[in-house]
């Protein structure tokens, strides 16, 4: 069986060996970064082609798709100008309609002031006796329209009471007075 002797390395050999290793280590990170900017570089370059390529693919499509919406969009324009030459039609016709819809509602409301009027004063005049109920009678005005007043007197004899108060006459005499008024 043999032995090794121990080796003794001295503080050269030890500084030649680490300078060494520094040397062959910094080569190798030298080269393994050249490789990573070569790949880089052939990386960016494949990326920039195939870029450009892409780019100019969706540019040619978008201006042709671009003349087309240019396109569309003057349809577009005509069809609004179009529809808004009817709107204005329409909304002439309309004021035309809302004017002569205002002279129907005047006409209406002066045709039933004179219905009430004539329904009323038949009714009225069918009431005899006291106690019985009247009929309001309302009237038109241009201005405001049909109306009905704000008091009318409910019974005939609130009626008569509004055309002859009494003046100190008794209740015989009174009621005598409207009989003959109602001859």
């Given at each position: ?26 080569g190798?990170f030298?080269?393994q ?25 969706v ?13 569309e ?85 609130d009626f ?9 006459i ?14």
């Open positions: 069986m043999s032995r090794t002797q121990p080796a003794y390395v001295t503080e050269e050999t030890y500084q030649y060996h680490r300078a060494r290793q520094d040397t062959d280590i910094r190798e030298g080269r970064a050249s490789l990573i900017e070569q790949g880089n570089n052939q990386l960016r370059i494949d990326l920039t082609t195939t870029f450009n390529d892409k780019l100019s693919n540019n040619g499509t978008l201006s042709g798709r671009v003349g087309e919406l240019s396109h969009v003057q349809q577009l324009k005509s069809e609004v100008s179009q529809v808004k030459s009817e709107v204005s039609q329409v909304k002439i016709r309309l004021d035309q309609i809302e004017g002569d819809m205002g002279e129907m509602k005047g006409d209406m409301g002066e045709m039933k002031a004179r219905l009430n009027q004539m329904e009323g004063r038949s009714f009225n005049r069918s009431r005899i006796l006291p106690r019985h109920t009247l009929s309001s009678i309302g009237i038109f005005r241009s201005d405001v329209g049909f109306t009905l007043p704000e008091y009318f007197p409910p019974t005939i004899n008569w009471k509004l055309q002859f108060p009494r003046q100190g008794s209740d015989h005499e009174w009621a005598l007075t409207k009989y003959i008024l109602t001859l």
